[in-house]
């Protein structure tokens, strides 16, 4: 299973936040390539004209492979443990989807119309989080979530 990570905005190979992104990336392919994950890519979306929410919410829309699982990152999601992570990933994966793709909206969210059409939606939390960290967090609970499935010592909880 493809995963996607589809993003507003674009990190730069400055950002510190791109150098941990990148790394929890390369970790997540190495360790669950072996249980039939990924690779996982990025697409990154810039609404350039300023048309808002809506505007970055088709840009969104387009960079969703048309056959994903789309997973909204929202404060109003479900809430789940790591190994509660693991074990939908794992269900995904088991259910036979072939791309699941996570949506992070900007600094404003996600347009309702894009959330509405979502197949699940998650949250890391009631607290609002900066989107290029959810970014950064989001690529370790794919690894955690591997390292979980793959029975690695990675989670200790």
Known sequence: MKLHICAVGRMRAIDPE???????V??????AR????????E???EDRKGGGMAAEADLLARA???IALMVTMDER???MSSPEFAAQLA?????GRQDLAFVIGGADGIAP???AKADASLSFGRMVWPHMLVRVMLAEQLYRAATILGGGPYHRA
């Open 26 to 31: 390369t970790r997540f392919n190495r360790t």
């Open 113 to 115: 119309a894009l959330r």
């Open 91 to 95: 269900k995904w994966h088991g259910d």
């Open 77 to 79: 999601g479900a809430v």
């Open 43 to 45: 697409h990154e979306v």
């Open 18 to 24: 791109r150098r941990i992104f990148d790394d929890y």
């Open 64 to 66: 969703v492979p048309s």
């Open 34 to 41: 072996p249980l039939g994950l990924g690779p996982l890519t």
